[in-house]
């Protein structure tokens, strides 16, 4: 008798989730087996074994998937071996996930699989009793956070104990103190913000966002305290801003962001005594002309500290709409109309899709 080669397990019929449709079928025999009055015993005792045996390819199928991104058939494999274990001790049978730390570390991947599916009701009671069982993983702190934090302040400051828990258990943990630095951005809580960006500057001081976060968060200071009338706190905070502007253009000094933020500080100082001019304009008093003049002069020192950082800001982006806005906005201040008009030019193309990526100010 002639017998076939099959060649590579490549050619051989590919079928989709094998394991889960196998532990399907044993789910349904064991199933009918109940709904049978004197069903033979041998039968269910057949799919009680065979689920035994499914529970380890439906963990090997969920971790092939995982490392696949595959979440979705992740879930569905892993989430399939924890509905196994149940039957099987329905059925006083033993489980490959009788032990306490296996069954959660399967409860663990199982959850992960849903979150990163876009599945968080599904995650989310399986996360819960992890951290009930007080498990030693820092990352379901920060799962139970994002699954409950829905973007309102509301669900926010309710999902924040989670994190808080978590700060505490695993103080070393990055990835907590960046989950933590960003939900008091999202609340604009700007003064608890300041020593856990040093902290976080502190474990990875060449991580240049956090010098900018930092300098941001300063200038927001600065500019709550200018607008409440405490100068000399303001002046502190707009130092502090600038300083760590400057740490992040000393570390790379082609930063754009650190360089738009450093002329913006700057820009929002003019603008601000800008509005203070106009006030002083209407006293034509010696007192009141010596005023103004003298805040002018200040108006256009800020302006003159503003410009070169704009400038390489545009050379390393010419198509920065901002930084536009603010170039042609200091060149009017300047009475050079030339210039701030081929700058409003530029803004205009930019605006209608019209692209153009050489830098205005190269010859500068």
Do not use: W
């Not at 973007?151 to 400051?157: D, H, I, W």
């Not at 502090?240 to 929002?268: C, I, M, R, V």
């Amino acid at each position: 008798m002639k017998q076939t080669c099959l060649g590579s397990l490549e050619e051989l019929p590919q079928v989709d989730g094998v394991a889960v449709k196998a532990f399907n079928a044993y789910a349904t025999a064991v199933e009918k087996h109940a709904q049978v009055i004197n069903s033979p015993r041998y039968l269910l005792q057949d799919a009680l074994k065979g689920i035994l045996e499914v529970q380890g390819h439906l963990y090997n199928f969920g971790i092939y998937a995982f490392e696949a991104q595959d979440y979705g058939s992740a879930y569905l494999n892993f989430s399939s071996g924890l509905a196994a274990h149940e039957i099987l001790k329905n059925q006083g049978e033993e489980s490959i996930l009788d032990d306490a730390y296996a069954m959660m570390d399967q409860k663990y991947i199982t959850a992960l699989a849903a979150l990163n599916n876009h599945m968080p009701e599904a995650a989310r009671p399986l996360f819960e009793e992890l951290y009930q069982a007080n498990y030693d993983n820092a990352a379901i702190y920060e799962a139970l956070y994002t699954i409950h934090a829905r973007g309102e302040v509301a669900s926010m400051e309710a999902a924040y104990p989670y994190l808080k828990a978590g700060r505490e258990k695993y103080p070393g943990e990055t990835s907590l103190l960046f989950a933590e630095i960003n939900h008091f951005l999202k609340l604009n809580r700007l003064d608890e913000l300041i020593d856990k960006l040093k902290m976080a500057i502190n474990r990875e001081p060449d991580n240049l966002a956090l010098y900018i976060t930092l300098g941001g968060v300063y200038d927001n200071l600065y500019q709550r305290e200018l607008a409440a009338g405490n100068s000399d706190r303001a002046r502190n905070y707009f130092d502090q801003a600038f300083n760590y502007y400057h740490q992040t253009l000393e570390k790379d000094p082609t930063n754009f962001d650190a360089l738009y933020s450093t002329g913006t500080l700057y820009y929002n100082r003019a603008a601000t005594m800008t509005i203070a001019l106009s006030e002083l304009s209407s006293d034509n008093s010696p007192a009141g002309m010596e005023k103004y003049e003298a805040m002018e002069a200040g108006v256009f020192a800020a302006f003159d500290q503003a410009l070169p950082y704009f400038q390489k800001a545009e050379r390393i982006n010419p198509n920065s709409v901002e930084t536009l806005i603010a170039l042609k906005e200091i060149y009017a201040r300047y009475n050079e109309p030339e210039t701030s008009n081929a700058l409003n030019e530029r803004l205009e193309n930019l605006q209608h899709g019209g692209i153009n990526e050489t830098s205005f100010f190269n010859g500068f």
